[in-house]
């Protein structure tokens, strides 16, 4: 699962908690929920306002969006749930909830 996050988008903010608790539930499970930088900070600055944001959760310091073939997206917060072969398999726009999220890893593991 793979977040699009900024300083700057309110959403963001409000949806990072949700993460953070999707992340603790799925520890241990096979699925990871990872962090990118929608304006592609890095190094200290990038640790910075992952810590600003309370992050919790992973935040990779390269975009993968190239090795998904990731459509950039215009709009924030984007997720990304991927399966194990690195086929995108669903797009989500906007505020998720850790229910929410759960919900759409539990449809895709029974294949529906």
């Not at 992952?50 to 924030?76: C, H, N, W």
Request: hydrophobic share 40%; charged share 25%.
């Amino acid at each position: 699962m793979i977040n699009y996050w900024a300083e700057w988008c309110g959403p963001c903010r409000t949806e990072i908690p949700e993460l953070n608790a999707l992340a603790g539930q799925l520890k241990g499970g096979g699925v990871r929920v990872l962090g990118v930088n929608f304006d592609g900070l890095q190094g200290a600055e990038l640790e910075k306002a992952a810590q600003q944001m309370g992050i919790d959760f992973t935040v990779l310091a390269q975009d993968p969006a190239e090795r998904y073939k990731l459509p950039r997206s215009e709009a924030l917060p984007v997720t990304y749930i991927i399966d194990p072969q690195g086929q995108v398999r669903e797009r989500l726009m906007g505020e998720q909830t850790a229910a929410g999220l759960s919900g759409h890893l539990t449809r895709l593991k029974e294949g529906k």
